[in-house]
Nanobody, 116 residues
Framework: VQLVEYGGGLVQPGGSLRLSCVAS????????MSWYRQAPGKERELVAQ????????NYADSVKGRFTISRDDAKNTALLQMDNLRFEDTALYYC??????????WGRGTQVTVSS
């Protein structure tokens, strides 16, 4: 099982980034996919989530209207489009795949830094 995140980097406030999470080793379409983040000195927090099948989404209040989560089951990929980035979005972003009450997988993270 592997989750690999791509797309992090340095961006100015107001800019955009798109994170990708490429999965392998499990039946991606059955799993709920989430993005979490952890800033220095803070706990890991849920940023966005998308269910399997119906593709229902859920967002942290701090990113609503700015971030969009999506999935491409044909490519075993989860995406996080991040627009209008703020200083406080700086964090290590993790991809998570969960089959509730059964399996829970994590990527190693990709760094997003918002700085002028």
């Amino acid at each position: 099982v592997q989750l690999v995140e791509y797309g992090g980097g340095l961006v100015q406030p107001g800019g955009s980034l798109r994170l990708s999470c490429v999965a392998s080793g499990f039946t991606f379409s059955r799993y709920r996919m989430s993005w979490y983040r952890q800033a220095p000195g803070k706990e890991r927090e849920l940023v966005a989530q998308i269910t399997s099948a119906a593709g229902n989404t859920n967002y942290a209040d701090s990113v609503k209207g700015r971030f969009t989560i999506s999935r491409d089951d044909a490519k075993n990929t989860a995406l996080l489009q991040m627009d209008n980035l703020r200083f406080e979005d700086t964090a290590l972003y993790y991809c998570n795949a969960q089959l509730p009450f059964m399996y829970d997988y994590w990527g190693r993270g990709t760094q997003v830094t918002v700085s002028s």
